[in-house]
């Protein structure tokens, strides 16, 4: 049983991962009026004018638009609290969720990565970034329809460590800015570093058994392992 520094230390950075959630989630909606119409002298967009109209456009827009929307609704879903509470809508925002990732999330920062400004390390990065994302999802959906939650939860979680890579390198950008670094490998190594890192921070540190709190209410699952969860969707 996790002592009482550990639980408080979880609720810290679970409350610091909020906030910060809800600035990246605050900035992009402010930074819709650059967007809409576009502002090619903005800073995502700037220099992107010569092939911004087209394809690019649709991802681009798609892709601004799910992404806080799958944010915020990660941040729901992953509470145990609001899943014992209001399971029948943890299953219909998780059915959002995986629609967006799936279809409007993902294939668009796939088709973005081709154009990332700073070459193909970024551009790869991206592209890995937005498959693994889809595959965590599909996973995990697939793992709900077989009753497998606790493998199901696992998966989510994976999903929304790597939807957190937004927050991750914008943070990133922050410190590149107040310490005033501006080498060119500087935003290629951080779109990496910015899901790789925290996806291998939570490999390394998530708990090997499951760990979903019980609803009395539900049937029971067994995941791969046998090891018996109870069912939530």
């Known amino acids: ?12 950075l679970t409350g610091l991962t909020c906030l910060l959630i809800a600035k990246v989630v605050v900035l992009t909606l402010v930074s819709y009026r650059d967007y809409v ?3 090619f002298h903005a800073d995502f967009l700037f220099g992107r004018e010569p092939y ?3 394809s690019y456009a649709w991802a681009f827009y798609v892709h601004i638009f799910a992404g806080p929307v799958t944010l915020v609704l990660g941040v729901i879903l992953l509470s145990n609290r609001f899943r014992l509470r209001f399971p029948r809508w943890h299953r219909i925002l998780g059915r959002v969720q995986a629609v967006c990732v799936l279809f409007f999330l993902a294939p668009s920062g796939l088709w973005m990565a081709r154009w990332a400004m ?3 390390m970024a551009g790869s990065s991206f592209a890995m970034l937005s ?3 889809g595959l965590c999802v599909a ?3 697939r793992a709900a329809v077989q009753r497998r939650f606790a493998v199901h939860q696992r998966w989510m979680q994976r ?6 890579s937004a927050v991750v390198i914008r943070v990133m950008g922050g410190l590149t800015i107040v310490t005033a670094a501006d080498a060119p490998w500087i935003y290629p190594l951080s779109s990496w570093l910015s899901w790789t890192v925290p996806l291998l921070i939570y490999e390394t540190l998530r708990p090997r058994k499951p760990t979903m ?3 009395p209410e539900t049937p029971i699952a067994k995941d791969e392992t046998g090891t018996v969860a109870r069912a939530t969707g």
Not at 1 to 12: C, E, G, K, V
Not at 159 to 164: A, D, I, S
């Open 213 to 215: 709190p019980r609803d």
């Open 52 to 54: 911004f109209y087209g």
């Open 139 to 141: 996973l995990g959906w």
């Open 118 to 120: 700073t070459g193909a």
């Open 37 to 39: 119409p576009p502002d």
């Open 159 to 164: 999903c929304f460590v790597l939807l957190c």
């Open 1 to 12: 049983m996790p002592n009482l520094s550990t639980i408080t230390l979880r609720r810290l």
């Open 131 to 133: 498959i693994a994302t």
